[in-house]
């Protein structure tokens, strides 16, 4: 009877082991999925910050040509009322 309870608890530790091994095995896996998350976001937040700065660029510049085209029916230097030449001291 002894060794009945022996080869049950034999068994029972076996297959106790194998599953902590198949947890630690998916808790590996977890962290390597967690790891590759934190790498796909940082580089998608990079991917994000240079778009932003090609779009606020391309934005700025087409806001700058867009206000020298405006400007530029009375020509360098003179005003759009009065067509007078703009001055810079007082």
């Known amino acids: 009877m002894i060794s009945t309870y022996g080869g049950v608890l034999s068994a029972i ?3 106790l ?3 902590v091994e198949e947890y630690q095995g998916v808790g ?3 962290r390597d999925l967690v790891e590759g998350q ?3 976001t940082a580089q998608l937040e990079k991917i994000g910050a240079t778009m932003e700065r090609r779009w606020g660029s391309e934005e ?3 806001k700058e040509s867009g206000d020298d085209t ?3 029916e009375d020509g ?3 005003s759009q009322e009065g067509g007078t030449p703009l001055s810079t001291s007082c």
């Open 76 to 78: 360098p230097g003179e």
């Open 38 to 40: 934190k790498r796909n």
């Open 70 to 72: 405006e400007g530029s």
């Open 60 to 62: 700025e510049s087409g």
């Open 13 to 15: 530790e076996k297959a």
């Open 17 to 19: 082991q194998e599953l």
């Open 28 to 30: 590996k896996s977890l």
